[in-house]
């Protein structure tokens, strides 16, 4: 393993016998499992090349069994990693050897829906799918829709600060969370935010997302609805080169229309794809950009007529419009079906998420197709190109020695790239243990060290989740000292009234 | 009082070094305009922000704004004005509210993260700050967020920062996002609706497909003092219901035809269209008709915010009470209500109301001295305030940055 995680504690090991009959007593029968065999499910999770069996799996199905748990472990120096679905890319639920691991899956009950204030209070466990297939009868929806939505928890949506294709329009998930219950690792229950459009004082419920499982362990979340889009339309548009359809992206933006959605593709994904599901999709293009409009039938109407002018001004080569929703799902069918379909024509793939300024497009594909060259090693890349979020799928086959360390190595260079061109590490799929290391590369030590003190004011041990995210710990005392410089408030060189 | 008007981010971290050493606070301000507001504090030096007012980088094709936290409001709105761009969450100019000049700078509208109308729509100004490099009070220049939309690379400080009244850290450079300016708009107007039957028809046209951008009722009193500031809606003397509906012209006109069939329940529509409109909703989004200057000047003003579909009856009932007028907007999810002047703002029984109805209330606008005697944000549970106060020692441990502005228990 390459990212070296936090050292075992050898006297927490030692009492294990014990921590497993101590957490019996707070979550009976089948809701604590210990036995290897048992425990390999949650070995992993999304990110697949990294495995480490946890100490102990803890599944409570009460907000007082989780704060029962936590305060256990608080108090015992134990360490906790929480799971929701366990389908997160960047190694955020990766267990640790002296770790219970506190999966939150029996937590899959919607408690409330209100259509007047237009909300879903709902447990973790539920899918993001299922808050928008329990509104759906109403005309409602949940926006944010993670590509995993089929199965990704809620709660590690609001953890993760997940994206997907709509959130160019409609937002991530901290644009769509209102409130939460959140336990400490002291075991401590808290409510946050609520039906409130905003909260009290600090924006807490702000810092919370994204946290990746930091910060505490959530049990309840206020989420937003919207109705439903009266229609979606969408247009496929072939380019003979990247930068033409960099650059039709970024007219459509200048123009002032925000699509629902849209994304690119290079010419190897686009192969892939075509291959896997026979969408119909232009073979003999460098890019495919699929542009979704939606709104009301008259505005859809006219704005696609723009898209398709502003397209053709930039050179298109191949344009088609959906005329039904058939047609709208299969221009689609390809571009969701990407990363299976390059898992068809690789052993293995690595897939990255950068975000870039999109201007920056064409720039980013040149240098990623130089390291490819460079790493030896073949690319697919689809973008959410509205919002600028690579997608680069690095294919390597990890039973050839030394083949996975070299993605591994152009994954982080493309990463750097990123950063360079004016972007950021992760645009979605969040820091975990595959770009913690990286985080040097765009936060100073400085920058780092004030988000690990906000850390300390949740979990001042460090016990929760601890390896994930922040490359170096440092103990909270020691991030707590101010530095006393000078003396008195005396400047004499700075303008006065 | 010394102040200490700084030229660049170095500057911010020597005096806030300074003040570390001699422990002395800090009061944080681009232009003061909203100084009115919060707990008075007891500060004996200024830090000034306004020479700290460039424009980094405007990429209107990025969709993003580069700009130092001093460069003055109005300014950063016409420059991105000149490229049919807004900020989608309609900040609030709270200078009519308060009776100062000047809308102030980018920092304030920041720091006080009050949003318009827009908000239910497009988010507050925390969903728009995707940036900022900002000075603790460790006295150390740290940056959070990027310039890109689409980000999770670490703890999201940029929410923490937006309406933390510069007692977090002191920006000195942020990134926003700006959005496309509608091409059209229509307002779809509804007479005589009292509070909780207003609040349904808002109910029912946020709940449609229609896209309703803004969401405001004016009880009758509300126009007394404001014959002015809604001229455009003609008619005064009756309660007004207002939906927005925006986008390009064919469309808006689409569903404000649509969205009026829909609330046929609720009585006969009209329909108000662009500059007629746009000119109500910025009185609305300012509170113009509790202006410092309007009959009701010298009330306090509470903004409340709450579940939307139970503002009507919490405002009616508040207004019943109380005496007080009250202008909702969001829905019913935000009241604006300003109330005949007492001791203490009628906070005990404001706030009881408020409570009740699973919202907060903070006293915008009210004498020093009863600032002074009242809590002006709204007091938080145990647990919450004892971490709030956590997350505001992780940044400021020496209490140093607008010390006391939020909680009145510092201060004392």
Not at chain 1, 406 to 420: K, M, N, P, T, W
Not at chain 2, 353 to 368: K, N, Q, Y
């Amino acid at each position: 393993m390459a990212i070296m995680m936090p050292a075992s504690d050898q006297a927490v090991l030692d009492r294990r016998d014990a921590i497993v009959a101590a957490l019996r007593g707070i979550v009976p029968g089948e809701g604590v499992i210990d036995s290897a065999a048992e425990m390999l499910p949650y070995e992993s999770d999304g990110l697949m090349a990294y495995r480490q069996p946890p100490m102990v799996v803890v599944l409570p199905d009460t907000t007082e069994q989780v704060s029962k748990v936590l305060k256990y472990c608080f108090e015992q120096g134990i360490k906790v990693v929480p799971r929701g679905s366990g389908t997160s890319l960047s190694g955020g639920a990766l267990p640790l050897a002296d770790g219970v691991l506190l999966g939150l899956g029996k937590f899959k009950r919607i408690r409330e829906i209100d259509f007047d204030n237009r909300v879903v209070v709902t447990e973790p466990g539920v899918t993001n799918l299922a808050i928008s297939q329990a509104v759906a009868h109403a005309g409602f929806y949940y926006a944010p829709d993670p590509s995993s939505q089929i199965a990704c928890s809620i709660g590690g949506n609001v953890a993760e600060n997940s994206g997907g294709v709509h959130c160019l329009k409609y937002g991530m998930t901290t644009n769509n969370v209102l409130g939460c219950e959140i336990v400490l690792m002291s075991g401590e229950i808290l409510r946050i935010g609520g039906k409130s459009a905003e909260n009290a004082g600090y924006d807490l419920m702000g810092i919370i997302t994204g946290s990746e499982g930091l910060l505490g362990v959530i049990t309840e979340i206020t989420v937003r609805i919207l109705q439903k889009p009266e229609t979606a339309r969408a247009l496929m548009v072939g380019f003979a080169e990247v930068e033409a359809a960099g650059e039709c992206v970024a007219r459509i933006i200048g123009a002032g229309i925000i699509p629902g959605g849209m994304e690119m593709m290079d010419k190897p994904a686009i192969h892939a794809a075509e291959a896997f599901v026979h969408a119909g999709y232009p073979l003999d293009v460098e890019a495919l950009l699929i542009i979704e409009l939606d709104g009301p039938g008259v505005e859809v109407d006219e704005l696609i007529g723009r898209v398709e002018a502003i397209a053709k001004g930039c050179g298109s080569t191949t344009l088609q419009i959906s005329t039904s929703e058939a047609e709208r799902n299969l221009f689609w069918a390809g571009r969701k079906a990407a990363f299976p379909a390059v898992g068809r024509i690789s052993p293995d793939y690595l897939c990255m998420d950068g975000t870039i300024p999109r201007g920056a497009l064409p720039k980013a594909l040149a240098r990623i197709r130089d390291l490819s060259a460079k790493y030896d090693l073949r690319v697919a890349n689809v973008f959410h190109a509205g919002d600028g979020n690579l997608h680069p799928l690095i294919l390597y086959d990890a039973n050839q020695p030394g083949e996975m360390e070299r993605a591994e190595a152009f994954g982080a260079d493309i990463l750097r790239c990123c950063v360079e061109l004016g972007g950021v590490l992760t645009g979605e799929h969040g820091v975990g243990i595959e770009k913690r290391d990286l985080m040097p590369e765009m936060f100073s030590e400085i920058d780092l060290n004030q988000q690990q003190r906000l850390k300390c004011a949740f979990d001042a041990q460090g016990l929760l989740n601890p390896g994930k995210v922040f490359p170096t710990l440092h103990r909270c005392a020691e991030l707590g000292r101010v530095h006393v410089h000078g003396g008195r408030l005396a400047f004499p060189e700075l303008p006065r009234f | 009082m010394d102040t200490l008007k700084v030229r660049d981010a170095k500057d911010v971290e020597q005096v806030v070094r300074a003040a570390i050493a001699s422990e002395q606070p800090l009061e944080i301000i681009g232009h003061g305009s909203r100084r009115l507001a919060g707990q008075p504090m007891a500060t004996n030096a200024l830090l000034e922000l306004s020479a700290l007012n460039a424009v980094t980088a405007y990429e209107p094709n990025e969709l993003i704004i580069t700009v130092q936290a001093g460069a003055p409001l109005a300014d950063v709105l016409s420059l991105i004005d000149s490229k049919n761009q807004q900020f989608a969450f309609e900040p609030m100019d709270t200078s009519a509210l308060l009776g100062v000049s000047g809308s102030g700078t980018i920092g304030g509208m920041i720091g006080a993260g009050l949003a318009g109308p827009r908000r239910i729509r497009a988010g507050g100004a925390r969903d728009h700050l995707l940036g900022a490099h900002a000075v603790s009070g460790f006295g150390d220049s740290f940056k959070t967020g990027g310039r890109v939309v689409k980000n999770v690379t670490g703890y999201d400080l940029c929410k923490l920062l937006a309406g933390s009244w510069g007692t977090l850290a002191v920006m000195t450079e942020v990134t926003l996002k700006v959005m496309p300016k509608p091409e059209s708009e229509r307002t779809l107007v509804l007479r005589g609706l009292d509070d909780v039957t207003a609040n349904r028809a808002m109910t029912a046209a946020l709940g449609s497909p229609y896209d309703v951008s803004g969401a405001a009722h004016l009880p009758y009193q509300a126009f007394r003092p404001a014959a002015g500031a809604l001229a455009g809606l003609g008619a005064p003397g009756q309660a007004t219901t207002l939906l927005r509906l925006e986008g390009i012209a064919a469309s808006a006109a689409d569903r404000a035809s649509s969205l009026g069939k829909a609330l046929a329940p609720f009585g006969a529509v009209e329909v108000l269209q662009d500059a007629v409109s746009a000119a109500i909703w910025s009185s609305i989004r300012d509170v113009l008709p509790f202006a410092a200057q309007g009959a009701l000047g010298a009330w306090p003003v509470w903004r409340i915010v709450c579940p939307p579909a139970s503002g009507g009856a919490l405002g009616q009932q508040l207004s019943r009470d109380t005496g007080g007028d009250v202008i909702y907007d969001w829905g019913g999810g935000l009241i604006w209500a300003a109330l005949p002047p007492k001791p203490d703002a009628q906070a005990a029984l404001l706030r009881a109301r408020v409570d009740a109805a699973g919202g907060h209330a903070m006293l915008v606008r009210a004498s020093e001295l009863v600032r002074r005697n009242v809590d002006v944000f709204h007091p938080q549970s145990g647990g919450v305030a004892a971490l709030s106060e956590r997350v505001r020692l992780s940044f400021d441990p020496k209490n140093i940055l607008n010390r006391g502005r939020l909680l009145r228990a510092v201060a004392t």
